[in-house]
C-alpha cells in the first residue's frame, strides 16, 4: 500500500468534509522524514519516506477547520450539527499527533 492510500485510509479523505488528492499529497511532502539509510529527503539517494501520523494529524486539523465553518450540513436526515464532525476532527488529529515520528538532526 502507498503512502498516499494509507493516508487517504486513516484520514477519511472523501468524507465530509473532503479533502483532495492534491492536498494529501502535499501533507506527505511537509512529512517526509530521514529514510532507513539516513538519507534526509534533499539527499540524491533518499528513499520516499514519509510520517503518515504527521500527515494525518494535520489533515484532521484541515478537515476540522472545514467544519468550523457551518453550523449545520443541509439536507442530512437526521441533521449533522457540524460542532460534533469539528470536535471528531480535533481528536483524530490528536491521536495522530501523538503517533508522529520523532527526528533528530545532530549537525
Not at 467544519?67 to 471528531?88: C, H, L, M, R, Y
Request: hydrophobic share 45%; aromatic share 6%.
Amino acid at each position: 500500500m502507498s503512502y498516499l492510500d494509507q493516508l487517504k485510509l486513516i484520514t477519511a479523505w472523501d468524507s465530509a468534509p473532503e479533502l483532495t488528492e492534491d492536498e494529501l499529497t502535499k501533507l506527505l511532502a511537509g512529512a517526509a522524514i530521514a529514510d532507513g539509510d539516513g538519507h534526509a529527503p534533499s539527499d540524491g539517494g533518499w528513499t520516499e519516506t514519509y510520517d503518515v501520523n504527521s500527515a494525518a494529524s494535520a489533515a484532521w486539523l484541515i478537515k476540522a477547520a472545514r467544519a468550523s465553518a457551518t453550523t449545520e450540513v443541509e439536507g442530512t436526515d437526521p441533521a449533522i450539527v457540524t460542532s460534533k464532525v469539528f470536535d471528531n476532527c480535533r481528536a483524530m488529529a490528536r491521536i495522530y499527533a501523538a503517533k508522529r515520528t520523532a527526528t533528530v538532526s545532530l549537525n
